[in-house]
């Protein structure tokens, strides 16, 4: 039978006990504390749990007086200044636990993520029972709605994906009554201060926490957060803000718009997102390495030639050509979202699973890498074509939204380095594009191979030193994880065969997996930081890539084509083949 892993349950404050082993007496009063447990728990179990750590997340106890912070329990855990607030305090407040309550407000509820992925996690959030008792949904965006026409557009969108279970139609109904939108501009004072008093009339007197969604263009995050801080920040309760990528082209303007935030957050009210780090996969990168004594032993340049990061998509810039025609595929990808899984992939031991110990030793593998060289990087651009069956896809530059002469890549490839001792001289290679044969994301570990190798000459014909030992991590479609192994081919005889040892998700666990925003959304409500990534993080990544990119773009470098649906540009190959590699998934 399978054990059953819990939702995964970090601790956020002990220093004292191993993140490895259960530590079942670490709840410090309704779940402030939490550990990495293999509990058999429900869902609903656990997010009960998740419930009461976010009801009290914002009372706090010195010297014997009431602080309201906008901090979450885990860093005043950390300070030493969380106490457990008495039920005479709480009372006092105007209520227990169960008094307080949380508003999410999606702002730019109209647009494509609201309806394809913000509204749809919330609900399967709601569904499973992760959500707190007291909570209300705000759609907030220009575009006049009332709330019945929200919550239409709102249901077209949600699903019972989860085991399609029998009410789900009601739990529907239920979570739709709590959706309400609000129409108003994103600089408007008077109209998040309009929203502030819907808000509160929702929240009935209980102490109020409040998470905004920043779902809008870039162009407008700070006229949006000026006016809900200054305007409909909770005065009782913690005031949370999810940024959207992408934060700024370059370390200039992502610096910039750190510090206009920053004007009017604080670091620690800022959780911005990078999905690919809610991914399953990539949460469960960690624990494959750390938890399992066979693998940690080997993850450095002494046994692993080469590590490669890809992406692929087999459609085009289709509806998005005008915001992707300023960024690219370096930037809307390799920058974020790759980069974000080589750090965890390649960081020390952190000294916990605190959100703060992850992200410095992140920062410590970004600090220590090359800068990226030109040579060591192709960049591609689909062109049109037309199947054999006779469909027709067309080019980039045929998107009414993208400049007919754009030189902006749809395909990158890119050889990099870590410079510290435990990666020197490994390559690891990124390779992301649009408009290729599939879709998929994936980790790839290439192991050395054999010294000396015994079975060479029984390997039917291969040459077993190019068969060398993979760990693959699906992170989509078919999400999974396998190892490549050589292994004797039944019989009399010697002749080897290379297999997989595979561990496929769908086939080990009936339970569908949770969208990466479900579990972004649930922990910027419990204040849990780990998955977010923080201002020093992203300073790192960019001042890896910004010299790379204003050198492509100054050079005016041509991408290379390549026809839609293919595998990508031959350069890709080279470049692989330059550092000694072959992509793993050709
Ligand atoms: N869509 C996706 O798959 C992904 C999106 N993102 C990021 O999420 C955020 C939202 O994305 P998405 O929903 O696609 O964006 P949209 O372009 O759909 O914009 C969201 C809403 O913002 C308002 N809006 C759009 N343009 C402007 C403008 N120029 N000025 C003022 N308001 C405007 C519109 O609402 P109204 O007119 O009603 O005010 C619109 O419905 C962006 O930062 C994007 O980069 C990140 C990853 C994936
Ligand atoms: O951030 C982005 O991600 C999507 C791919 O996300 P996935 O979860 O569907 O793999 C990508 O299409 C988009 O261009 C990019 O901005």
């Known amino acids: 039978m399978s054990s059953s892993l819990s939702r995964p349950s970090y601790s956020s404050s002990s220093r004292t006990s191993s993140p490895f082993f259960p530590n079942h007496s670490s709840l410090i009063n309704g779940g402030t504390r939490r550990s990495l447990s293999f509990l058999s728990a429900s869902p609903q179990e656990l997010c009960l749990r998740s419930k009461r750590k976010s009801v009290q997340s914002s009372v706090v106890l010195q010297d014997g007086a009431v602080v309201v912070t906008n901090s979450s329990p ?52 709601y569904y499973e029972g992760c959500l707190p008792e007291h909570f209300t949904i705000y ?120 510090n206009s935030l920053k004007n009017y957050l604080e670091e620690d009210q800022i959780f911005r997102i990078d999905h690919y780090l809610g991914k399953e996969l990539v949460e469960n990168l960690s624990v494959l390495r750390f938890s399992n004594l066979i693998f940690e032993p080997l993850w450095s340049r002494q046994y692993i030639q080469n590590v490669q990061f890809i992406f692929s998509e087999d459609f085009g810039t289709e509806g998005r050509g005008g915001y992707f025609d300023h960024y690219g595929i370096i930037r809307d990808i390799m920058q974020n979202h790759l980069l974000q899984i080589l750090a965890l992939f390649a960081m020390e031991t952190p000294v916990s699973l605190d959100a703060e110990d992850i992200r410095n030793e992140k920062v410590k593998v970004l600090r220590s890498m090359r800068p990226i060289q ?41 050889a990099l380095f870590i410079d510290n001792a435990r ?14 044969h599939t879709r998929s994301a994936e980790i790839r570990v290439q192991f050395r191979h054999v010294p000396g190798n015994l079975y060479n000459r029984n390997s039917g014909g291969s040459n077993l030193d190019r068969t060398t030992n993979e760990l693959v991590i699906r992170v989509q479609p078919d999400e999974g994880i396998y190892l490549k192994i050589n292994n004797k081919v039944p019989g009399l005889g010697m002749r080897l065969d290379q297999s997989h040892l595979n561990l496929l998700y769908s086939a080990r666990y009936s339970k569908e997996i949770p969208d990466a925003y479900e579990r972004l959304l649930l922990d910027a409500i419990e204040g849990e930081r780990r998955l977010f990534i923080r201002s020093d993080e992203l300073d790192a990544a960019w001042a890896l890539f910004t010299p790379l990119l204003k050198e492509i773009e100054e050079k005016k470098m041509i991408p290379e084509l390549y026809p839609y649906g293919s595998r990508g540009p031959v350069g890709a190959h080279y470049l692989a083949a330059k550092h000694n590699v072959q992509w793993g998934d050709l």
């Not at 809008?216 to 006016?227: G, Y």
């Not at 030109?374 to 074509?385: A, C, H, P, R, S």
């Not at 990666?423 to 290729?436: E, I, S, T, Y």
Request: charge should be positive; glycine fraction near 10%; include cysteine.
């Open 74 to 125: 885990i860093e005043k855990l950390k300070d030493g200044l969380l106490s457990v607030p008495s039920q005479e305090v709480v009372a006092e407040l105007g209520g227990g636990e169960h008094e307080s309550t949380v508003s999410i407000t999606v702002v730019g509820a109209s647009g494509d993520l609201a309806k394809k992925k913000i509204f749809p996690a919330l609900f399967a959030l």
């Open 139 to 258: 759609g907030y965006a220009r575009s006049k709605m009332t709330d019945g026409e929200l919550r239409h557009m709102v249901s077209k969108t949600l699903t019972c994906r989860i085991d399609k279970r029998a009410n789900c139609g009601e739990k529907m109904e239920e979570f739709l009554k709590r959706c309400f939108y609000h129409t108003g501009q994103y600089d408007s004072q008077e109209h998040f201060v309009a929203l502030n008093k819907k808000l509160k009339e929702h929240e009935g007197g209980r102490l109020s926490n409040r998470l905004f969604y920043l779902s809008i263009p870039p162009n407008i995050f700070v006229d949006a957060v000026k006016c809900a801080s200054s305007s409909a920040s909770s005065l009782s309760g913690w005031t949370r803000v999810i940024v959207e990528k992408p934060f700024g082209r370059d370390s200039k303007t992502s610096a910039a718009l750190t």
């Open 374 to 414: 030109l040579e060591d990087v192709v960049i591609g651009q689909y062109k049109g074509t037309t199947t054999k069956g006779g469909v027709t896809y067309p080019s980039y530059t045929d998107d009414k939204t993208v400049p007919g002469d754009s030189l902006t890549p749809t395909f990158a490839a890119a």
């Open 423 to 436: 990666w020197d001289g490994v390559p690891f290679l990124m390779k992301a594009g649009k408009a290729l």
